[in-house]
Nanobody, 121 residues
Framework: QVQLVESGGGSVQAGGSLRLSCAASGSFVSLGAMSWYRQAPGNKRESVASITSSGSTNYGDSVKGRFTISRDNAENTVYLQMNSLKPEDTSVYYC???????????????WGQGTLVTVSS
């Protein structure tokens, strides 16, 4: 199993910045893509950004140009740098990672517990 622990959430004024971290631990041979999702009250969970093990990135339209995803493969950690934050970015942010126990084995997925980001106007 893989455990994902997020940190870095908090409250910030519009225009400010925050950096989220998500560290993976447990028994796995390799980590695949790592992603950030968010879910605001009453809304569906939406994809924010993802990054493959080789560093290819993808962003949701609402965060392009403002958020940057990165990862440290040696530390099994993914980051989300959030700049120019807007009130509509207020959500619980969740980390997701896919991993496998064997080199040629099946891929599994895990979610973190979520971290709250609140942006005030």
């Amino acid at each position: 199993q893989v455990q994902l622990v997020e940190s870095g959430g908090g409250s910030v004024q519009a225009g400010g910045s925050l950096r989220l971290s998500c560290a993976a631990s447990g028994s796995f041979v390799s980590l695949g893509a790592m992603s950030w999702y968010r879910q605001a009250p009453g809304n569906k969970r939406e994809s924010v950004a993802s990054i493959t093990s080789s560093g290819s990135t993808n962003y949701g339209d609402s965060v392009k140009g403002r958020f940057t995803i990165s990862r440290d493969n040696a530390e099994n950690t993914v980051y989300l740098q959030m700049n120019s934050l807007k009130p509509e970015d207020t959500s619980v942010y969740y980390c997701n990672a896919v991993w496998r126990l064997e080199s040629a084995g099946a891929w599994f997925g895990s979610w973190g517990q979520g971290t709250l980001v609140t942006v005030s106007s």
